[in-house]
């Protein structure tokens, strides 16, 4: 059974040459309640329509954006055309393993079958009943629809349902300098600079206020955390694994209300307790990955001593203003780094970690704090030859306010 099996078909209609995309989904294959999480997306026959006046506005669902923008930007692959493309899905190819599947490297034929392969990331999806698939059909529309130079592109995907099973596939650009979280954690890579900090959350911010304010409609990621940032070859920050998003609530609700998922250390302590969804819950996490980016450390750590192994509850002790400040910054960093700058982040972080939600700053104001950190960084003339890095971490002044409450 080809690739396609799975999707509904549709009457035939003109596509641009070389053009594949999944055809229009099944309404029941996708409904949801706006109260539980079954699914990301919801059906077609359910947009929403607001009146305002004598005129009439309809916020459309992501199900009715892909339709309209979707068809034809993805491409469908043959899971034959995959499965050689990794080397039968080697290990040697295994780029890494989380929640929803495995990731491996490949390598395509462009879609002219023209030049040379193209490396790209094929995640193989690890399906859980339905739940899995509506994962990986959550991926698929979402990412049909979201473009920004701050989200991962998927080129394509692959449903069948053959003699092997149920296999569900998603086919992403590749990115050679893997993850935040590898570049932040890991000893095998060489630490990341300052600056390159700041330019990588500075992306991530982006990508995020996109997802929130950029759309017709609202989409809550709910699942920032470091690994789901990966770097391109000149490390640009770019989110990626969609599984979990959600759209979010639709005019008059605040919330979505949805059983809780996420990854623990990051979600959000009231989105926990209420199962209330709303985009403020994507700030917490962004603020616990600020705190990660200062420190070097994970959000949760149990190799670490006792009082040091959940990161919140340690930082807490040196607040951005107290003399010992510096006490929780990364020691890889060997000192070169603003210390006006960096406390000013962590003023950043606390507003995102604010208990009531609603005091937490939008991601576009976040993103104001950080772009005028990059800015007067790159401006600040580099040391020069002979200088000595200051060891106390009082760097380059960086004159940074905290987030404007609106």
Known sequence: MGCLGWFKRRKPRSRRRGSSGPATTTTSAVSTSRSDDSGAVRPVSKSTTTTT?????????????????????????????????????SRAQKLGEGGFGSVYKGYVRPLDAKGDRIAVAVKRLNLRGLQGHKQWLAEVQ???????????????????????????????EYMPNKSLEDHLFSRIYSPLSWNRRLQIILGAAE???????????????????????????????????????????????????????????????????????????DVWSFGVVLYEILTGRRSLDRNRPQGEQKLLEWVGQFGPDSRNFRMIMDPKLRGE???????????????????????????????????RA???????????????PNSAGKGKRVDVAPPSRR
């Open 53 to 89: 006046g004598s005129s009439t506005v309809s916020q459309r669902s992501i199900t009715e954006l892909y339709e309209e923008r979707g068809h034809g930007q993805l491409r469908a692959f043959e899971f034959e055309e995959l499965r050689a493309a990794t080397n039968d899905f």
């Open 142 to 172: 979402f990412l049909g629809v979201l473009e920004h130079p701050n989200l991962v592109k998927l080129l394509g995907y692959c449903a069948t349902d053959g003699e092997r099973g149920a296999q569900r596939l998603l086919v992403y």
């Open 207 to 281: 990508g995020l206020a996109y997802l929130h304010e950029g759309l017709e409609l609202q989409v809550i990621y709910r699942d920032f955390k470091a690994s789901n940032v990966l770097l391109d070859k000149d490390f640009q920050a770019k989110l990626s694994d969609f599984g979990l998003a959600r759209e979010g609530p639709t005019e008059g609700n605040t919330h979505v209300s949805t059983a809780v998922v996420g990854t623990h250390g990051y979600a959000a302590p009231d989105y926990i307790e209420t199962g209330h969804l709303t985009a403020k819950s």
């Open 337 to 371: 780094y603003s210390s006006k700058a960096a406390r000013e982040i962590a003023k950043l972080a606390q507003s995102c970690l604010v208990k009531n939600a609603k005091e937490r700053p939008a991601m576009s104001e976040v993103i104001e704090v950080l772009r």
């Open 374 to 388: 990059v800015q007067v960084e790159l401006a600040a003339p580099s040391p020069g030859p002979g200088d000595k």
